[in-house]
């Protein structure tokens, strides 16, 4: 993932609606991807991972896309809830696999109640 | 029934003090991590190690020395302490190295050098 500057970006969102977290990385060589979500006082925690091979995988409320012409990713978050407020960090890692994955800015997600 | 567990949670110490913290998963994975997350939250590898060998050392001073026992354990030490050492660092670990698994991370030691 790329720098966004100084601060974490920060998306607040409507418990109930979905929420589109993006990222953008760098690396056109990168192969793998993940989303992690941290909460505060915690670690990283895995939600989702795609492989370049694939442009769109989905898991339970979760879908990750893959643009790898633009080098774009996002997270997509369906019917938000209180619990899905937390820090997202896109992570990416080329050539050998998870071996050094390279973590995005992170975005600040809150879900209003 | 702790994935990746790290001692201790909290490290409030002294400029020039020897520190250390340790890791251990009970996964059974073959690789572990350390990661280390600044105040701005960006997080970036320091080290790997695959069944107890070294195979990253990403530019970290010499006075941190990380040591793998067995490959469930990977342990942090740190001599010398300085102010900018200041940081909550991760240990994480992968099924396998070099393949498309993702990192399970522990929940951080978070050090305060003063």
């Known amino acids: 993932g790329e720098s966004v500057g100084l601060h974490l970006p920060t998306l607040s969102v409507q418990e109930g609606d979905n929420s589109i977290i993006n990222c953008a990385y760098s690396n056109s060589a990168s192969d793998y991807f993940i989303w992690y979500k941290q909460e505060s006082g915690k670690g990283p925690q895995f939600i989702i991972d795609?492989?370049?091979?694939?442009d769109k995988r989905q898991g339970q409320r979760v879908t990750v896309l893959l643009n790898k012409t633009v080098k774009h990713l996002s997270l997509q978050i369906a019917a938000t809830q209180p619990g899905d407020s937390a820090v997202y960090f896109c992570?990416?890692?080329?050539?050998?696999?998870?071996?050094?994955?390279?973590f995005g800015t992170g975005t600040r997600l809150t879900i209003i109640p | 029934d702790t994935a990746v567990s790290q001692t201790p949670k909290y490290l409030v110490t002294q400029m020039g003090n020897d520190k250390s913290i340790k890791c251990e998963q009970n996964?059974?994975?073959?690789?572990m991590y350390w990661y280390k997350q600044d105040s701005k939250k960006f997080l970036k590898i320091m080290f790997s190690y695959n069944n107890k060998e070294l195979i990253i050392n990403e530019t970290v001073p010499n006075r941190f020395s990380p040591k793998s026992p067995d490959k469930a354990h990977l342990n942090l030490h740190i001599n010398s302490l300085e102010l900018g050492d200041s940081a909550v660092y991760f240990c994480?670990?992968?099924?396998?190295?070099?393949?498309?698994?993702?990192?399970?991370f522990g929940n951080g030691t978070r050090l305060t050098v003063t």
């Open positions: 992570a990416e890692a080329a050539n050998f696999g998870n071996e050094k994955l390279t």
């Open positions: 994480a670990s992968s099924q396998v190295r070099g393949r498309y698994s993702p990192l399970h």
């Open positions: 996964l059974g994975h073959d690789t």
């Open positions: 795609i492989r370049s091979n694939m």
